[in-house]
């Protein structure tokens, strides 16, 4: 079956712009994740979703990134006023069960950000 | 501080002979859970394996083998006669009950396999 999807897979965008990051969930996969990866470093969390809603959003670093997940599948992730810094593989993941604790996280193949 | 520590930052081997993965994690739960995952060149995250505080027996899937001994909170991955295929970066990961769903990852190892 189709695994976890990213669009775009790379994404170039000057300093201060806004960007929308896309994520299509394994179907049928209540628990949704993003992750952020920088070079030479694993995958840090940024936010848990339980069907609609953020149940751990304690990842995002500041306001200017914010998630949703309107219909309990799609994911976007969003980032205002984009910095340099924020260049990096955002990589989502999607799970089965809704315990989380224990369940094993399928990944997507990431999208490249690049903030120039 | 890091909860997930894989101290191997390289590791080359020639094809064939064995290799260990350490990773050593740091958890005041006493219920979690540990992944290994590989990210090989195209950077797409595979499930290895999954392993829960209150199993320490050591599994074995062909040639992959994982070590968990918490008394020294490591869980070690050894490939046995290792192939260029699986040159990859690996990464261990912890998930704590407190904390729910979110995988702490470790830095990772990048494993080059040499013809």
């Known amino acids: 079956g189709a695994g976890v999807s990213q669009t775009p897979s790379n994404k170039v965008t000057e300093k201060g712009k806004y960007v929308e990051l896309r994520c299509d969930p394994i179907?049928?996969?209540?628990?949704l994740y993003w992750y952020r990866q920088s070079l030479g470093q694993g995958p840090e969390f940024l936010i848990y979703?339980?069907?609609?809603?953020?149940?751990?959003d304690s990842g995002l670093p500041n306001d200017r990134f914010f998630a949703v997940r309107p219909e309990g599948s799609v994911s976007t992730l969003k980032i205002q006023r984009t910095e340099r810094g924020d260049s990096a593989v955002y990589l989502c993941?999607?799970?089965?069960?809704?315990?989380?604790?224990?369940?094993?996280?399928?990944f997507g193949p990431g999208t490249r950000l690049t903030v120039t | 501080a890091q909860k997930v520590t894989q101290a191997q930052t390289e590791i080359s081997v020639v094809e064939k002979e064995d290799v260990t993965l350490d990773c050593v994690y740091e958890?005041?739960?006493?219920?979690?859970?540990l992944f290994w995952y590989k990210q090989p060149p195209s950077g797409e995250l595979v499930f290895l394996i999954r392993?829960?505080?209150?199993?320490?027996q050591n599994e074995i899937s062909g040639r992959y083998s994982w070590n968990f001994q918490k008394s020294t909170s490591s869980f070690n991955f050894t490939i046995t006669a290792s192939q260029v295929v699986d040159s990859a970066v690996y990464f261990c990961?912890?998930?704590?009950?407190?904390?729910?769903?979110?995988?702490?990852f470790g830095t990772g190892t990048s494993l080059t396999v040499i013809p």
């Open positions: 993941a999607s799970s089965l069960t809704n315990s989380g604790l224990g369940s094993e996280q399928y």
């Open positions: 179907s049928g996969h209540t628990a």
């Open positions: 979703f339980q069907g609609t809603g953020a149940a751990d």
């Open positions: 958890t005041r739960d006493t219920t979690y859970y």
């Open positions: 392993r829960n505080s209150f199993d320490e």
């Open positions: 990961a912890l998930s704590e009950m407190r904390t729910g769903n979110q995988f702490y």
